[in-house]
């Protein structure tokens, strides 16, 4: 079982940045790929990036490419998104995902969600 905790999410004026974090325990392996999805009000979850533990390979949806960054901590079992230059389309609650390989089809453990939100 894996458990994920989500952290970072508040309030930001546009073109300003947030991290978000995501604490990831329990049995990992480094076959994880993990990824960042977002849902807004009245709108379908989005995926957002994902990165896949060993080796570190990323992806990212074509609204976010270029402003937003995931990485991680293999040492502190960690996932973060570096969100910059915000724009207001970005609020949303952010969720943490995991499945066991990139090839999977569907993420198996999820986070909470932390909101984001962007004035303009």
Partial sequence: QVQL???????VQAGGSLRLSCAASGRTFSSYAMGWF??????????????????????????VKGRFTISGDNAKNTV????????????????????????????DYWGQGTQVTVSS
């Fill in 80 to 107: 973060y998104l570096q969100m910059n230059s915000l724009k207001p389309e970005d609020t949303a609650v952010y969720y943490c995902a995991a499945k066991r390989a990139l090839a999977a089809p569907e993420y």
């Fill in 5 to 11: 905790v989500e952290s970072g999410g508040g309030l």
């Fill in 38 to 63: 977002r849902q807004a009000p009245g709108k379908e979850r989005e995926l957002v990036a994902v990165i896949v533990w060993s080796g570190g390979r990323t992806g990212y949806a074509g609204s």
